[in-house]
Structures are given as C-alpha cells and as structure tokens.
C-alpha cells in the first residue's frame, strides 16, 4: 500500500536556527498537502503542491515538491517559538485518500 | 462560523463498551472524515463520506461504523470498544473530495478516547 515516511521524527533548534523536514513517498504523489499541529491542537492546513519542482513560500517557510513527486520539504528559516508543533505532510495518489506522514516534532529552544 | 466541532472531547471507556462520537460542521461541506492518531504514526482515515447518506471505508475501518444522516452530521460509533481503539479521534470536512483539485480539509478539536 501506499506509504509516505516523513524525517526526522523529532527536532530541536535554537530559536534562529533553520529547520528542515522531509518527506518520502513510496508511489508517485498527485499532489501534497502540509498541516501543522501545535501541542494539543488539531491540524491545520498549511499548503499544497500540485506541480513537479514546485517552490512555494510563506513568509520564513518554503515548500518544495521533488521533480518525480515523491518526495517533499518543508525549510523554516530562522525559527521562532510560534513555530514549535510537528509538522505532517499528507500524499495522495491520483484519486485515492490522503496518506498522512508521521510528523515532525519541531521543539525550539528560546 | 463554528467551523468543525466534535463531542465529547474526553471520554473514558470500559472494554466492550460502546459509544458515539459527534462531528458537525457549519461550512455546508460536503466530504467529511474520520481520523485517528497515534503516537509516532500520524493520522489515519478511518471512514469518510461524500455525500448525504453515504460513507466509505479508509484505512483503519475495522471496529468502527459511521453514518451520515445529515450533511452537517458525521457519527463515528464504537460498537464494543477495545483498547487498542485508545486515540485521539479528529474530524475533518471539505468542499470537494480528495479526487478534486484543491483540498483543504478543515479539522475539529479532537476527542481523547481512552479504552480500559
């Protein structure tokens, strides 16, 4: 079945630091979604990338979707404490569901 | 707009118990979702609807049964709770399904499910 691995599972930082999570699908994705999840919170959409290469960016965070839409990235540049939360991308195979990764846990150290 | 709202949002359950688990939503969406999560393995569909008096299978469905009487209503029962049925349950809408173009699904609160 189809899997999308996401890394790392965990990640602290400096506040300033950058911070980078990846994800990895088994099969070829249609498009890919990112949520964020802050602690106790539910999900909330972030982004999605339709188009193979596709760069996008918000504000201090930029997303990418690898040119064989199988992979994907989620860079925040010079973290901040608001942005503390794991981080889930979510793949779909042409009409099936959304396939969750398992999220990034993004601590920042003030 | 409430947006999506789910009750209860704790529950503590005996083995073999059973209960249900009420997601609504003001947005007149038409796809509604059940996840779960789980420590370390993100969320998983358990059932979802397209529609007015339809449902569908995800990819956890075994122990669950939904139905979707009303369009603004998803109902996630447990017909004889286990504890491996022990999550965090969320609830999610969108306007058109997963096969559309742009999707973003809107998510509840969240209800704490724990099975002795």
């Known amino acids: 079945g189809q899997q999308v691995m996401q890394i790392p599972q965990y990640q602290h930082v400096q506040e300033g630091e950058d911070f980078t999570t990846y994800c990895n699908s088994s099969?070829?994705?249609?498009?890919i979604q990112w949520y964020k999840q802050r602690p106790g919170g539910h999900p909330v959409f972030l982004i999605q990338?339709?188009?193979?290469?596709e760069v996008k960016k918000q504000k201090r965070l930029t997303f990418q979707f690898g040119e064989a839409k199988k992979n994907s990235s989620l860079h925040i540049t010079a973290t901040q404490t608001t942005d503390v939360g794991t981080y889930f991308c979510?793949?779909?195979?042409?009409?099936?569901?959304?396939?969750f990764g398992t999220g990034t846990r993004l601590t920042v150290i003030p | 707009n409430a947006g999506v709202t789910q009750t209860p949002k704790f529950r503590v359950l005996k083995t073999g118990q059973s209960m249900t688990l009420l997601c609504a939503q003001d947005?007149?969406?038409?796809?509604m979702y059940w996840y779960r999560q789980d420590p370390g393995m993100g969320l998983r569909l358990i059932h979802y609807s397209v529609g007015e008096g339809t449902t569908a299978k995800g990819e956890v469905p075994d122990g669950y049964n939904v139905s979707r009487l009303k369009k603004q209503n998803f109902l996630l029962g447990l017909e004889s709770a286990a504890p491996s049925q022990t999550s965090v349950y969320f609830c999610?809408?969108?306007?058109?399904?997963?096969?559309?173009?742009?999707?973003?699904?809107?998510f509840g609160p969240g209800t704490r499910l724990t099975v002795l």
């Open positions: 999610a809408s969108s306007y058109e399904g997963l096969a559309g173009g742009a999707v973003t699904q809107y």
């Open positions: 979510a793949g779909r195979a042409g009409a099936n569901n959304l396939f």
């Open positions: 947005m007149n969406h038409e796809y």
């Open positions: 990338l339709v188009k193979s290469g």
């Open positions: 099969t070829t994705l249609s498009n």
